[in-house]
DNA sequence: TCCTCATTCAAAGAATGACTTGAATACTCG
DNA sequence: CGAGTATTCAAGTCATTCTTTGAATGAGGA
């Protein structure tokens, strides 16, 4: 005990977590898990890898007790094992974002330009919500929707927004969210908003993030997504 | 703007951080540089590696921006780029504790059987330090304690226990502590106090983590540590 | 200026990792 | 039980990483 061999390899084990994040589409694969859990063929499409690949990813991330699986039919869905792995896929981008020099150029780049002084704080928008004045819009696919969302939100995918534009009320103002600080579907709500007249912002972050902050969340009942 | 090859790429640089962290040895270095800042000597013999191997480690670790370096005469202080390191170096361990299986195995070979339950809260250990009725002993070398250490406690490098044990009040309970949760040292000062008759146990974790949660430190002068 | 010492660089070999293709499991449902 | 699917495995190729050895750099002090 507390020799050399015995350090090296718990030390060693510590890496291990560290090698299944050392990945770039096993970072989205954690990044798409955040919002809840997901099946082989819809990670595959998230990341934009073949199937096996992604299959292979995932093995990768479960051999380090990342993620897990539960079998439902014949489908095998993958979910994070647990909120720590959320607290470190947030501390990892934490410490990117501070001190990885051309990581602001990437993000600038994917991003485009998105001013921070623009978006609603998750304390401003839990302090409007309870006092009304505001529309709280997620605009991320229904599926995730319904899997988990901010208490209130009303669930306008992206893509449906102009459609469903006239039901939503003219003199509040729209709060868009999605996926979290790399997700850009809030970012063209805003946008597409802004063209339409509309006062609106996106919620700093995003879902994963404000359910972490244990502010207010519900999700749908199986006969709710039925319907 | 928003399209793949720019979101690989700004995972690709989220990757790039858990790359950094993704060899046992870098592990090490981050988990020794947790204490503070130390040349690259000193680092390889932490890490029992040569000197060429473990500068070559630190430019790893400097390239992805974990790590930043200081100039005094002709030595190079490596220290980490900021408190989010700990945070993210924190969390690894956290997730690696929970769910990496092997690792309590691996841990239990490196540390031996420690009771948690006989370990000191910080929170009792701030309260007992303000009621006074306790000794806190830093076993660390006496270079770490002089570089930062809790409030009160007293330098007592392990090795040094045996002969300054009549030194200690022997009616008072003595907490240890040293670097974190995976360091041999507070162990070893508990077992030894223990053998001599005296109350004793070991703080959980270790300075950093007191550090970080913003309980009270103090480290010496230049001049003290000349004294 | 020259010497010394701490640190970094360069080259090279073994080991490990990523992604593709095509085949093999393992489960569900008729 | 057998057909149909979702997922995983296996093999192969190409790229990257780790470690050692020995030499080079570059700052400080004589």
Redesign the pocket.
Known sequence: MGDRAAKDALFDGFADIA?AL?????AELIDVLAQGER???ELADEID?????T??????LAGAGVVV?R?D????YYRLASDRVIDLWTALRDVAAAHHAELDDLAAAYLGHRDQFDEVSRTELAARIAAGDVVVVDVRPATEFASGHISGARSIPVERLTRELRDLPADVEVVAYCRGPFCLLADEAVRLLRRKGRAARRLEDGFPEWRYASLPVESLSVQEVMS
Chains 1, 2 share one sequence.
Do not use: C, M, W, Y
């Open positions: 090698k050392a990945n770039g589409r096993r099946h082989v063929e890898q073949s199937v096996a690949n299959s292979f990813h995932l093995r990768t699986t079998r039919k014949n489908r095998i």
